[in-house]
T-cell receptor, first 116, second 117 residues
Framework: DGGITQSPKYLFRKEGQNVTLSCEQN?????MYWYRQDPGQGLRLIYY???????QKGDIAEGYSVSREKKESFPLTVTSAQKNPTAFYLC???????????????FGDGTRLSIL | AQSVAQPEDQVNVAEGNPLTVKCTYS??????LFWYVQYPNRGLQFLLK??????LVKGSYGFEAEFNKSQTSFHLKKPSALVSDSALYFC???????????????FGRGTQLTVWP
C-alpha cells in the first residue's frame, strides 16, 4: 500500500542534542512538507520541498533543517537551537505544488518529540 | 494574506443528531478549500475539498460541506452523527500559486468534535 512512513513514533531529546525525524513516501509525490502541531495552535509549516535538492522555509524554520536528496525521503533535523522542540511533528506529501494538481496532501502518522 | 478561522474550539452533539463544524476563510483569488480529520496520535486524513462547481461537496464517511462565497464560509456537516466521528477537525485553504506561497495550505486551529451516546 502506498503511503507516508514517519519514524520513530516517539523520540526524546537531551539538552544540546540534535535529533533527526525520518519521513519516507512511496506515493511518487514531488512535493513534501513538515508541520509542527501544538495543542490549540493547529499546524504550522516548518519546511517544504517542491522537488529533489530544493526546499523552502516555512513559517517557523528557525532551529530546524532539512534535506531532499531523494524523491522519497525528506528528513527533518531538530537542532539544539530549537529551544522549545516538544511537539507533534507531521510529514506530508502531495503530487506537486502547482495549481494544476489539486490533489490533497497526504499525511504520515507523526513523531512525538519530547525533552528529557 | 490567506487565513482560516474555526470559531469553535469544541463542538458537542448527541449521536444521531446533525452536526456542523464551522469554518470561515480569507484568501486573495478563488478559494480552494479542504477539510481534514485527525484521530488521537495519528496524522490528518483528507475528508473533502472544494475547487469549483457545486456549492455542496460530498466527502468521505457521510460528511459534506457547504461553500458560501458571500459569507466566505465552508462549514462541514453530517446529517446524523456517530460516536466514532469524535475527532479533531481541520479546515484548510490553499494559497494562490505565486512566489513564496506556491502550493501552500493554511490550516485553522482545529475543532474538537465530541459525539456522545
Amino acid at each position: 500500500d502506498g503511503g507516508i512512513t514517519q519514524s520513530p513514533k516517539y523520540l526524546f531529546r537531551k539538552e544540546g542534542q540534535n535529533v533527526t525525524l525520518s519521513c519516507e513516501q512511496n506515493l511518487n509525490h514531488d512535493a513534501m512538507y513538515w508541520y509542527r502541531q501544538d495543542p490549540g495552535q493547529g499546524l504550522r509549516l516548518i519546511y517544504y520541498s517542491q522537488i529533489v535538492n530544493d526546499f523552502q522555509k516555512g513559517d517557523i524554520a528557525e532551529g530546524y533543517s532539512v534535506s531532499r536528496e531523494k524523491k522519497e525521503s525528506f528528513p527533518l533535523t531538530v537542532t539544539s537551537a530549537q529551544k522549545n522542540p516538544t511537539a507533534f511533528y507531521l510529514c506530508a506529501s502531495s503530487v506537486s505544488l502547482t495549481l494544476s494538481s489539486n490533489q490533497p496532501q497526504h499525511f504520515g502518522d507523526g513523531t512525538r518529540l519530547s525533552i528529557l | 494574506a490567506q487565513s482560516v478561522a474555526q470559531p469553535e474550539d469544541q463542538v458537542n452533539v448527541a449521536e444521531g443528531n446533525p452536526l456542523t463544524v464551522k469554518c470561515t476563510y480569507s484568501v486573495s483569488g478563488n478559494p480552494y478549500l479542504f477539510w481534514y480529520v485527525q484521530y488521537p496520535n495519528r496524522g490528518l486524513q483528507f475528508l473533502l475539498k472544494y475547487i469549483t462547481g457545486d456549492n455542496l461537496v460530498k466527502g468521505s464517511y457521510g460528511f459534506e460541506a457547504e461553500f458560501n462565497k458571500s459569507q466566505t464560509s465552508f462549514h462541514l456537516k453530517k446529517p446524523s452523527a456517530l460516536v466514532s466521528d469524535s475527532a479533531l477537525y481541520f479546515c484548510a485553504v490553499r494559497a494562490p500559486d505565486r512566489g513564496s506561497t506556491l502550493g501552500r495550505l493554511y490550516f485553522g486551529r482545529g475543532t474538537q468534535l465530541t459525539v456522545w451516546p
